[in-house]
């Protein structure tokens, strides 16, 4: 049965940012008018900007361009802009400013009947993450009398394994880990979720997950865009740190952890820490063997000309970081013993889209190989596409009509916008409603960030020393010619997705 929602105060730190409004507010909004929201429910925006109640209103909610024009001309958009207040603040960690924020939310709480109930999101520099919570602690927000308090915190969680642990440490001195929320996107999108329910609900796919029949799997997150205006931040983190550490490393764990013994957050969350535990370290030489880093050349994208990544704005003529990681790696456990996995992620490749692809073995004998040469080459895949066109495709060889048995790769479908005629919701709506009901399933837990990060620390290090080459790649490509190699005495290779699932020439709908 679903957790209700308790009655409580939303608190965004950094509410007058791009995230606040790109993605946040909108998604409050999405709960509001779908009815998931407590009747008794407020938001308080905080940030260093000048604003009053009515100001902060006008900003993220009348004057946002991530509102569409239909949802801006429903009625219910002035009664949510109603349950939005503000409170400016010198600094966001200051004893002053905190406790102003204390009055405000004591004000509210009395006003909406929310209790001593909040949820405080940190949409702020990375560099705040541990001393807004040890100032909500000293003003006592952290233990509110007869309520609770919950914590956000968004990506990047740490640098490195060390920065990571100290973080941890330090926010978990002031909030217990059941409430802290380290919060990653990719985790509330469906298909995400779906993983689970697909291997762990269908007697058909549970019994050949495994190194018996899997031939190998690969994940590819692709962008179309590159670093804009944003090169300075981006510089100072790369590929590696900004989607292999947290997004992707999230999915595999989806893809390959054991069945947990049920479907609750301690029991995946436990199950997760598991198979980031069995990943087989990269380290030394093997940085060179396994793993591909790349930057973008100039090139023409999809959306049109781009200039090469150190000609960007803020970007160091001599910057050696990493716009593309193509890697492959394996899981020693007894499931996975043997499989290659592949990841690859990189900016300004032909195509936006996440899908995973899970390679079937051929057949012990290819029986039909003397009709036809195709016959050898008939893979079994299973891609489960998490965005955008969100659904999943079974492959398979089938006999061509006529003479002798010729064949061909067909697929089965199926995409989430026929399953329902309502909106597939927004990841951070979801996540935003998991955490209001108490339920940290879909965020990482503090021990596993520490693990992925130990996974990903030794492969920094051996590019910080050199000790493995930066190769180059035409904006507009499916990446360096150097990431074709990984597949070398693998078989098969890189899948490079159309835009639609199930758009490839080489087969036919069933």
Known sequence: MASKVEPHILVIFGASGDLAQRKLIPAVYDLYRGGYLPDHFALLGASRTDFSDEEFRQKVVFDNEFFDEDKKAEPKLKEFAKLLFYQDLKQYDGEEDINKLKARLQDLSQQFQTGNRFIFYLSTPPKLYSTIPNALAASGLNE???????????????????????????????FPENNIYRIDHYLGKETVQNLLVTRFANGFFEPLWNRNYVQSVQITAAETVGVGSRGGYYDESGALRDMIQNHLLQVLAHVAMEPPIRADAYSIRGEKMKLFQSLRPIKGEQVAEQVVRAQYTGGKTKDGEVVAYRDAEGVPDDSTTETYVGMKFFIDNWRWAGVPFFIRTGKCLPLKVTEVVITFKNPPQAIFASYDDYAMKCDNQLIIRIQPDEGMAMEFGMKVPGEGFRVKNVDMDFFYRELTTKDVPESYSRLLLDCMKGDPTLYARGDSVEAAWGFVDPIIEAWEKNEAPLVTYEAGTWGPEEADRLWDNVGGGWRNPQASLTEEKHYTKL
């Open 144 to 174: 509110p009398e007869g309520g609770w308090a919950r914590i956000v915190i968004e990506k990047p969680f740490g640098y490195d394994e060390e920065s990571a642990k100290r973080l941890n440490k330090e926010i978990q001195s002031v």
